[in-house]
């Protein structure tokens, strides 16, 4: 069972940056990606997904040029570097993995699920 673990969110001010890890531990995790929601009623977004190896990643489209997700493989951990934050972005953003190395930008298709992490974004 593999268990994931983000932290980094914050408050931040519109312009801003910030960093979200996701620590993964248990078996070897394949496709990584992030996903935010913004209401519990509302679905998850796409945010960003990677191949096992990171040579391959995909971004919703609101997020692209301003968002990067890469991983440490020998730390266990995901990255979500966000820049140009905008209000529009605040959301809890979670941690997911696929046990399959195909990357999706649906979240149906993720296996694990962090506990989520709030970021908020003040004008």
């Known amino acids: 069972q593999v268990h994931l673990v983000e932290s980094g969110g914050g408050l931040v001010q519109a312009g801003g940056s910030l960093r979200l890890s996701c620590e993964a531990s248990?078996?070897?995790?394949?496709?990584m990606g992030w996903f935010r929601q913004t209401s519990p009623g509302k679905e998850r977004e796409f945010v960003a997904v990677i191949s096992r190896l990171g040579r391959n990643t995909d971004y919703g489209d609101s997020v692209k040029g301003r968002f990067t997700i890469s991983r440490d493989n020998a730390k266990n951990t995901l990255y979500l570097e966000m820049n140009s934050l905008k209000p529009e972005d605040t959301a809890v953003y979670y941690c997911?993995?696929?046990?399959?190395?195909?990357?999706?930008?649906?979240?149906?298709?993720?296996?694990?699920w962090g506990q989520g992490t709030q970021v908020t974004v003040s004008s």
């Open positions: 997911a993995a696929r046990v399959s190395n195909v990357l999706a930008t649906t979240w149906r298709l993720f296996d694990y």
């Open positions: 248990g078996p070897p995790t394949n496709a």
